[in-house]
């Protein structure tokens, strides 16, 4: 296995409230070069967290994350040891990751001088060849973000990501932000990238039609915790988790998941606040078959097939 997470937790300490935000709970995924996973659950659920800390951004709490057998934290020192070049992230708005004062060209640029990914005078070469790649012209490098569409500023994003010659990519609702008529074109793009240079993807999404066009594996994620993890067509087949299949009924043309509204008709209650964390399966007060094992009993992965992982002793029988 290429990605190694062990039980990451990651919790924040919010210091006007003096609250701990319990963001992950002990998140275990193994994932093979060269596969796709997509990661789904509601708002709040932890997808970004999981994201930075998988990317070396932020410091989980506890836990280790290897790729390739190198250390992205260091489990005994637990510090920070990030490979950047290796792991990169792209986020929902490209406006946030771009510099506004900074040309595109030299926002790339500057990727591949901090790595020392080429000599000097082989960089805008490089950043030409980058663009072009990510199927822009030469000439947009000297505009700067806000002289783009959305489409080509996320298609900036890419070439920055690309720049650091990673394995390992990780898209946060890449194309969430975008007009539906440019989305199918970002996600071909990230698909021929990903045959084009080997890279292995991390792609979070709301929307399950893009999950289940690009993913191999899915985890679905309930309060910082896999509940279900395996083959994205075994899970969508046969959803075995009571908070996967009210995701799946919630939306019956496989659209926009966790859309508050049609989850509602399928799931009583709100997710609890990740402040207070409820005990035993966090799932609980909203689960139609919780039994009362299930306030006090933290339920593990299950193996149900070697592609198929359920945290749920109640289904697993
Ligand atoms: N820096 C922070 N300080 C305190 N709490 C935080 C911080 N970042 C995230 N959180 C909290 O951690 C939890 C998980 O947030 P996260 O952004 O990872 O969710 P998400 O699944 O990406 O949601 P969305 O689908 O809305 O993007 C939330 O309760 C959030 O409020
Ligand atoms: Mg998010």
Known sequence: MTLLIENVEKQYKVRASGLQINALNGISITLGKGSTLGIVGESGCGKS????????????????????????????????????????????????????????????AEVITVHKLRPKNAVSARVEELLSIVGLASDLQHRYPHQLSGGQRQRVSIARALAAEPDLLILDEPVSALDVSVRAEVMNLLIDLREKFNLTYIFISHDLGMIRYISDVIAVMYLGKVVEFGDWETIIEKPLHPYTRALINAMPDHSVIGNPETLSKTLQGEVPDPAHMPSGCAFHARCPIAVPACTTNTPVLLEMSSSHFVACPEVAR
């Open 49 to 108: 967290t999981l994201a930075r800390v998988i990317s070396g951004l932020e410091k989980p709490t506890s836990g280790g994350i290897t790729w390739e057998g190198e250390g992205i934290v260091d489990k005994a020192k637990n510090h920070l040891r990030p490979k950047r070049s290796r792991v990169q992230l792209v986020f929902q708005d490209p406006y946030s990751s771009l510099n506004p004062r900074q040309q595109i060209g030299a926002a790339i």
